[in-house]
C-alpha cells in the first residue's frame, strides 16, 4: 500500500513539474555544515522524560493501560523532580563521550516539558515545580559544549483537536473535536517558541507519523511547510523523522528505530524504504524501555553498549542510546554508571578510574569523526576510517588471523592499544592480519595505515 502512494507520489510530481518545484529542499550552507558536525559526533544520549516517567511504567503507560487523559492528566499536579540538576546530567552524559543529547519536549501523552504559551498542560502551568527544565537543560548545554536536540510528538493522547489514528484510542478524546488547522496551528507554534527561547538547536526529532499508516486515505501531516518553518527559524537544525520510510524533501537525517540501517529485526522499517545519502541515526535503549519502568533493570552490559557504538559507527552511523530519568529527577544509577564505564572506553581512563591511561590512548578516535570503513560490518566486529587510517575493531574472535577483504595498500599495521606490530599478508582477494596473540578485551582495536 505504502508503496504505491509513495509511487503515486512520484507519477504526479513527474506529470506536474510545478509539484515536483515545491518539494525540492536544497538545504543551506549552515545546514550542511550541521549535518557534518552532527555526524563527526556519532554518539549521543536520549532521554524520554515526561509524566509518564511518574507512573513508571514507560512513555506508552497511558495508552496500554487504557487511562482515560481527564484521568491521567492529574498527575501533573504532583510532579516535583526535587533533584533534578541539569548540571550533573550534562557532566554525566558528557563524561561517555557522547556528543549530544536528545530529550523528549512533548511525548504522546501530551505534556510539554517547557514554559509553553500554547497550552497549560505544561511544567510551569500544571506542575507545583514551575522550572522550565528544557531552558535548565539548554543553557547547561551551552555552558558544557554539548549539542541538544529535541524530540516532539506529531501524535497526541489527550488533545481533542488532533484528529485521531491507530493509537490513544482508549484515551477517551472526544473524536466530533478533531480540528487538524487548529492542531497543527498549535505545533508550529510551539516549535517556533523551542527554536526561540532555547538557543541554538541541534534538531528537531519528530515521532508519530505512523499513527496514520493505516488511514483508509492518506493522512496530510503537511510536513514541507512545518519542516520549512525550522529551517526559517534556526537554518542550522536538522530535521528527521521516526517514520520508518525513505526521507521526505525537508529532511535532514535518517532515522532507524532499534536496528543499524540496513537491518529490520525490530520489524519496523518499512519494506520501500531506503538508505540514504543522508547522516543516519540508529537509536536504542539502554534497558528495554524508552521512559522509566521501574521493573526493568535488564540494563545492556558496558561491553555490549560499546559493541553497539562500533557497528553502529561501522556502519557509518551515529548511535542514540536512550535513559529514562526517574520521576525524581535523577538518572538512573546504573544508566550513569554505564555512562561512566562508556567514558573509560572512549576516553581512555584505566578501568573503574577516571586517571587517563598512561599510553594516552582514547579510543573516541576510533569512532568519533570516522566513516564507515572499507570493510562492512562482519560477525567478528566493525571498521571504522579517519582519513588515511583503517581502524579494524575486533569484538569477537577466537583465532589469531582475521581475513580482511580489502583493495587499499596497508602501509603500517599495528595493535592501537600496545602499538605491537600486526603482520600483514596480501592475498588475491585482501589481506590477512596476523596478530600478536588471540584477541581479547572489550574491543581489539587494529589500526591500519593505509595508501
Ligand atoms: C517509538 C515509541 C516511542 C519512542 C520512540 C523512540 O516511536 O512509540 O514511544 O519515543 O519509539 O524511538
Given at each position: 500500500m505504502k508503496r504505491i502512494l509513495v509511487s503515486a507520489a512520484f507519477a504526479a510530481m513527474a506529470l506536474c513539474p510545478a509539484l515536483a518545484q515545491q518539494t525540492t529542499y536544497v538545504p543551506t550552507p549552515e545546514n550542511i555544515a550541521s549535518r557534518q558536525d552532527f555526524a563527526e559526533r556519532r554518539f549521543g544520549i536520549f532521554l524520554h522524560w515526561g509524566l509518564y516517567s511518574m507512573f513508571a511504567?514507560?512513555?506508552w503507560y497511558m495508552q496500554n493501560a487504557g487511562i482515560p487523559y481527564a484521568e491521567y492528566s492529574k498527575a501533573a499536579s504532583a510532579f516535583?523532580?526535587?533533584?533534578?540538576n541539569a548540571h550533573d546530567w550534562v557532566a554525566a552524559i558528557k563524561a561517555s563521550g557522547a556528543g549530544y543529547i536528545t530529550i523528549t519536549s512533548r511525548h504522546h501523552e501530551g505534556f510539554s516539558m517547557w514554559d509553553t504559551?500554547?497550552?497549560?498542560?505544561?511544567i510551569i502551568d500544571a506542575?507545583?515545580?514551575?522550572?522550565?527544565v528544557l531552558k535548565e537543560l539548554a543553557e547547561e548545554c551551552q555552558k558544557q559544549d554539548i549539542r541538544l536536540h529535541f524530540y516532539y510528538s506529531h501524535?497526541?493522547?489527550?488533545?481533542?483537536?488532533y484528529p485521531m489514528?491507530?493509537?490513544?484510542?482508549?484515551?477517551?478524546?472526544?473524536?466530533?473535536?478533531?480540528d487538524w488547522k487548529h492542531y497543527y496551528k498549535f505545533m508550529n507554534d510551539q516549535l517556533t517558541e523551542l527554536l526561540t527561547n532555547?538557543?541554538?538547536?541541534?534538531a528537531i526529532w519528530f515521532d508519530?507519523?505512523?499513527?496514520?499508516?493505516?488511514?483508509?486515505t492518506p493522512f496530510d501531516w503537511e510536513l514541507p511547510e512545518q519542516y520549512e518553518l525550522i529551517h526559517r527559524l534556526q537554518p542550522a537544525c536538522l530535521v528527521g523523522n521516526n517514520h520508518h520510510m525513505s526521507p521526505n524533501p525537508g529532511e535532514d537525517i535518517q532515522i532507524f528505530e532499534r536496528d543499524l540501517?540496513?537491518?529490520n529485526k525490530a520489524g519496523f522499517?518499512?519494506?520501500?524504504?531506503e538508505i540514504s545519502r543522508l547522516p543516519l541515526e540508529t537509536c536504542e535503549t539502554m534497558n528495554g524501555?524508552?521512559?522509566?519502568?521501574?521493573?526493568?533493570?535488564?540494563y545492556k552490559s558496558a561491553t555490549q553498549l560499546v559493541h553497539y557504538l562500533v557497528n553502529t559507527a561501522g556502519k557509518g552511523a551515529n548511535l542514540l542510546m536512550n535513559i529514562g530519568p526517574q520521576p525524581n529527577g535523577e538518572l538512573p544509577a546504573t544508566a550513569v554508571q554505564r555512562l561512566k564505564e562508556m567514558g573509560e572506553w572512549m576516553n581512555g581512563c584505566e578501568r573503574g578510574t577516571s586517571k587517563v591511561n598512561p599510553s594516552g590512548l582514547a579510543h573516541v578516535e576510533t569512532i568519533r569523526g570516522t566513516v564507515a570503513g572499507?570493510?562492512?560490518?562482519q560477525s567478528w566486529g566493525a571498521t571504522t576510517r579517519c582519513g588515511n587510517r583503517l581502524f579494524v575493531h575486533?569484538?569477537?574472535?577466537?583465532?589469531?588471523e582475521l581475513y580482511l577483504p580489502l583493495n587499499c595498500k596497508v602501509v603500517k599495521a599495528f595493535?592501537?592499544?600496545?602499538k605491537a606490530p600486526v603482520k600483514v599478508t596480501k592475498t588475491p582477494s585482501g589481506v590477512v592480519l596476523t596478530l600478536p596473540a588471540v584477541p581479547t578485551g572489550v574491543d581489539y582495536v587494529v589500526e591500519l595505515e593505509t595508501k
Open positions: 511504567q514507560g512513555e516535583y523532580p526535587a533533584n533534578f504559551k500554547c497550552s497549560d498542560y505544561d506542575t507545583p515545580f514551575k522550572r522550565d501524535l497526541d493522547w489527550g488533545r481533542d483537536d489514528g491507530r493509537t490513544g484510542t482508549q484515551c477517551k478524546k472526544d473524536p466530533t473535536k478533531a532555547y538557543g541554538p538547536i541541534g508519530g507519523w505512523w499513527d496514520h499508516d493505516s488511514d483508509a540501517p540496513g537491518e522499517v518499512d519494506e520501500a524504504a524501555m524508552w521512559g522509566y519502568k521501574i521493573i526493568d533493570q535488564n572499507d570493510v562492512p560490518v575486533i569484538l569477537k574472535h577466537d583465532q589469531q595493535a592501537f592499544d600496545d
